[in-house]
Structures are given as C-alpha cells and as structure tokens.
Nanobody, 125 residues
Framework: QVQLVESGGGLVQTGGSVALSCVAS????????MGWFRQAPGKERAFLAASVWSDSRTYYADSVKGRFTMSRDNAKNTVYLQMNSLKPEDTAVYYC??????????????????WGQGTQVTVSS
C-alpha cells in the first residue's frame, strides 16, 4: 500500500520561507517521478514542480520558478519543497504526488497515481 505524508505547513508572513516534506512508504521513490501541487480555496489543483527519477531533471511552474526548490533524498524516501519569498497568493493546501510509470515529469493531475493528504500553508500579508 502506497502512502505519502506531507508535513511542514503552517502560518508564515509575506516574504518568509517554509519547507515542506513528503515521506513515502510502499514504493521506492528513486524509481518514480514525484510532483508537488497546491490547491487554493475555490481553485483547481495546480502544478508546482516535478522531479524526474530517470535523469534528475526538475521542472517548475512559472509562478514559482526562482522561489521554490524541489529536491529529493532517495535514501530517506522523501521529497522536499523549499518555498521562499512567499506571497499571500501562495496560500493553499500543498500536496505531494507519486508519478505513474508514464509520467516523465508530467504537469497534469492524471500523470500521478498517488497523493498525500495535503498540508496547509497560509501566508499572511
């Protein structure tokens, strides 16, 4: 059984930083693409970043490029999302996801087979 558990969310002021973690069980992350998404109230779930297992490429949405950094520690079966220079519009529930075998750095929700429960990040103005 695959389980993804996010942690590290919370309340932060504008301009601050937050580091999220996602620990996986039931799969060896080194063999799968991993992604981060977020969903703000009343909005669709949106792609943030993807890490490709086969060649270590990482892709980012334009909205977070230069501010967010995704990394992985395969030995700990964990992926991270370091978020800097946060803005109130970054307020959302943040999700990690494990890619399907066809993902190849996918940016769509259906490129991912398993999802964590989400962690809330709130950026105050």
């Amino acid at each position: 059984q695959v389980q993804l558990v996010e942690s590290g969310g919370g309340l932060v002021q504008t301009g601050g930083s937050v580091a999220l973690s996602c620990v996986a069980s039931g799969r060896t992350l080194s063999l799968y693409d991993m992604g981060w998404f977020r969903q703000a109230p009343g909005k669709e779930r949106a792609f943030l970043a993807a890490s490709v297992w086969s060649d270590s490429r990482t892709y980012y949405a334009d909205s977070v490029k230069g501010r967010f950094t995704m990394s992985r520690d395969n030995a700990k079966n964990t992926v991270y999302l370091q978020m800097n220079s946060l803005k109130p519009e970054d307020t959302a529930v943040y999700y990690c996801a494990l890619g399907s075998p066809r993902s190849n750095g996918g940016r769509k929700i259906n490129d991912y087979d398993y999802w964590g429960q989400g962690t809330q990040v709130t950026v105050s103005s």
